[in-house]
C-alpha cells in the first residue's frame, strides 16, 4: 500500500480503516483503525502509527512516498533500529522507504 507523507512543519494526524468490506465481520472485530501521526520539525520527521483491531489486509508492508522535506535525511530507524540509509529509495525524485505495515515509529533525520 502506497502512503503519502507531506511534511509539515508540527503535528499532523490521519486515520485509517479497513476490512473485507463483504459482510458484517467487522461485528467479531475483524477490521483495523489506524491512526498515523506525523510530527515535522526542521531537522527529523518522526511517522508514528497506532493500530487496532484483528483484520489481516491483503498486503504486508507500506511504501511512504515522502514529500517536501526541507532536509536530506541522512538516518532512518525503524521502531528503534537504525535502518541501512540505502532504504531510502527515488522515484520521480520524490524519496521513499518500504517498511512492515506493522510498524509503529519511523525516524528520518
Known amino acids: 500500500m502506497d502512503i503519502h507523507v507531506y511534511y509539515t512543519s508540527g503535528r ?5 480503516y479497513e476490512d473485507r468490506g463483504d ?3 467487522y461485528k467479531r472485530g475483524y ?3 489506524k491512526v498515523f501521526k506525523v510530527d515535522g520539525q526542521s531537522e527529523q ?3 508514528l502509527q497506532h493500530r487496532s483491531g ?3 489486509p491483503s498486503y504486508d508492508s507500506y511504501k ?16 528503534e533500529t537504525e535502518s541501512n540509509f540505502e532504504h531510502l529509495l527515488s522515484e520521480e525524485g520524490k524519496p521513499y522507504i518500504i517498511v512492515s ?9
Open 12 to 16: 499532523e494526524e490521519n486515520f485509517l
Open 23 to 25: 459482510g458484517y465481520d
Open 31 to 33: 477490521f483495523n483503525e
Open 45 to 47: 520527521v518522526r511517522i
Open 54 to 56: 484483528e483484520y489481516q
Open 64 to 79: 511512504i512516498i515522502l514529500h517536501g522535506l526541507p532536509f536530506t535525511p541522512s538516518s532512518i530507524k525503524v521502531d
Open 101 to 109: 505495515e506493522r510498524f509503529k515509529e519511523i525516524k528520518l533525520k
